[in-house]
């Protein structure tokens, strides 16, 4: 059944109806949207009630509090970095370089998108790689690269694979934090990042 909840806002009170599992959604988008504006520092659990149109003291049917709120939204974006690798990788034969190059284009486009998270699902908010379902979802979006590097080398065994995506991952990962922070620019402006990660890629793959 669902349940009323309210929460303040410009000095009323606003009603919002929400379904058991709605509401847990609700939470996590609003603090979702806060981390991208705010990061994970910058608000409290009472900013997202606010957000999500809650009392206070509704989110705490769900969640333990703040951490445990900003462990799903870890969580998603895991997910939603690992989609955008899959969908950019779709359009490119399994295994081929463009598939590769494919994924390391987006996994940049994702920190450049998505600063803030990205910032903080690698570090940023302290305890979050203890909790197994983040690092879980974190392994399951490495897991795309590891996809395509076992199709480029039918057959390889594990430490072969790990060998060629350790490389290529470390340096889109890099290159995602040399982007955000505006290294590129300052020493080539001009520097386009895609190229960079093609190179890169039949490079290390060369090697």
């Given amino acids: 059944m669902p349940t009323a909840e309210t929460a303040p806002a410009g000095g009323a009170r606003r009603k919002a109806q929400y379904h058991h599992g709605d509401l847990k ?27 999500a149109g809650v009392s206070r003291a509704a989110p ?15 969580i998603r974006a895991f997910g939603r970095l690992a989609a955008s690798m899959r969908a950019a990788k779709s359009d490119h034969p399994s295994g081929s370089i463009e598939a590769i190059a494919a994924v390391g284009r987006a996994y940049v486009a ?9 910032r903080m699902i690698f570090g940023k908010a302290a305890g979050l790689k203890e909790h197994p379902e983040v690092d879980a979802a974190g392994v399951g979006a490495f ?6 590097i076992r199709a480029r080398y ?3 065994n594990a430490e072969r694979v790990m060998n060629a995506a350790l490389p290529l991952w470390t340096f889109v990962h890099g290159a995602s934090f040399l982007e955000i922070d505006g290294a590129y620019a300052r020493f080539k402006p001009d520097q386009d990042i895609d190229t960079v990660i093609d190179a890169a ?6 090697a």
């Fill in 25 to 51: 959604e609700a939470m996590i988008a609003a603090a979702y949207a806060l981390v991208l504006e705010r990061g994970p520092d910058g608000f409290a659990m009472a900013d997202a009630c606010a957000a």
């Fill in 60 to 74: 705490y049917r769900h969640f333990e509090g703040r951490e445990d709120l900003l462990k799903e939204v870890a």
């Fill in 110 to 118: 994702f920190a450049m998108a998505e600063r803030n998270i990205f």
């Fill in 143 to 148: 897991e795309v690269l590891l996809e395509e």
């Fill in 154 to 156: 039918p057959g390889a």
């Fill in 201 to 206: 890629t039949r490079g290390l793959l060369s």
